[in-house]
């Protein structure tokens, strides 16, 4: 049945562009699980993802007609991803703004194409944890002998560099060292998401940061609680409607089949749109694809964003601002400011400008 099905997609196929996209198993990317499920009864959109085999390789049609087909490939980071655009491994991306940051000021050519979600962002500890808000979090971490273990998947992941940013505001020393003892927390890369949850259930570290939906399957599962959002650390109001992921697409694609990105990127607005007005749909095709509870899937914060806004932008640039102070960069983002890198990092011609 399988051998029949791919003779079936490569007849289908024949002839057009194939391509590579990577994704990561989180909620920050459910508009192209949406979208890859449900397939051709998107054609009002006027494109779609036609299924070839699913989970894997579908016929990408725009204006009724095949333009390309698209190779899911799955990713454990958007450092790993950027990794992949930089050895030319795949041409389009759905990963985190500041992985892909990261990627550019190193001198890999690519560019954001369209936002994808703002929110659905948490810091993650044992249910029997003595912390459960900010405040108890700090002065725990303020207290202790030793410095506090929390554990991240990425190290240009979005959560990450926020909680690193506010403790730091807080005036809390951060490292990375295990053997700096003078420093109040140790955050500890656990090099992918499936790592997070059995680190904080064998105890590895006191705590987790990480997207969605880790938090909410943590607290499903009975692993942990989630001790506060990323949107709710002070100063009260400042991280909230922060962007976390994008589309991402390769110079090389941009230039040779600029119609393929500009029909993802359509699909992906209208799918992030859609998604926003259809939560339960998503919820259970989320759940189903990333092998969650429905549960955890429906209490995602996530809000999915059908195009790039003044608003977007501005935390755009207090990301770059984030990265730079922390001594991210040492390439082409080094020492500037949004404005200055707009063309290094986006290419506006398929989303649109941001509007406010």
């Not at 399957?217 to 506060?228: N, T």
Request: glycine content about 8%; aromatic content about 8%.
């Amino acid at each position: 049945m399988l051998f029949s099905l791919v003779l079936a997609s490569g007849a289908l196929a024949q002839g057009l562009p194939a391509y590579k996209l990577s994704y990561v198993l989180t909620t920050h990317h459910t508009p192209l699980m949406v979208a890859a499920v449900k397939g051709e009864a998107f054609k009002g959109f006027g494109t779609h993802l036609k299924p070839l085999i699913p989970r894997e390789k579908y016929e990408l049609v725009s204006g009724g007609k095949s333009v390309a087909v698209i190779d899911l490939v799955l990713a454990k980071s958007g450092s790993e991803t950027a990794t992949m655009f930089a050895q030319k491994q795949v041409d389009l991306a759905m990963a985190s703004m500041t992985a892909i940051m990261a990627g550019v000021d190193k001198g890999t050519k690519m560019h954001i194409v369209a936002p994808l979600q703002t929110e659905g962002m948490a810091l993650v500890a044992p249910k029997d944890a003595p912390f459960g808000t900010w405040d108890t979090f700090l002065a725990h971490v303020k207290a202790a002998k030793m410095p506090v273990k929390i554990g991240y998947h990425s190290p240009t992941s979005a959560p990450k560099i926020l909680l690193e940013r506010a403790l730091k505001q807080a005036g809390v020393a951060v490292t990375e060292n295990p053997n700096d003892y003078a420093a109040k927390v140790l955050l500890a890369d656990l090099k992918e998401t499936s790592n997070m949850l059995p680190a904080l259930a064998t105890r590895q570290v006191e705590a987790i940061v990480g997207p969605s939906p880790f938090p909410e399957v943590a607290v499903s599962k009975g692993a942990g609680k989630i001790v506060f959002d990323l949107r709710d650390m002070p100063p009260k109001g400042f991280w909230h409607d922060f962007p976390c992921c994008v589309v991402v697409a390769s110079d090389d694609i941009i230039k040779a089949n600029p119609q393929v990105v500009k029909a993802l990127v359509d699909l992906t607005l209208k799918t992030n749109a859609w998604s926003n007005t259809n939560r339960a749909e998503v919820a259970k095709i989320t759940a189903e694809w990333i092998g969650i509870s429905p549960e955890a899937a429906k209490s995602s914060s996530l809000v999915f964003l059908p195009q790039f806004t003044q608003g977007w932008m501005r935390w755009a640039g207090v990301y770059l601002e984030l990265l730079d102070g922390m001594g991210n960069f040492k390439g082409s983002l080094k020492g500037r400011k949004l404005d200055e890198v707009k063309p290094l990092l986006f290419d506006f011609s398929f989303a649109g400008a941001p509007k406010k």
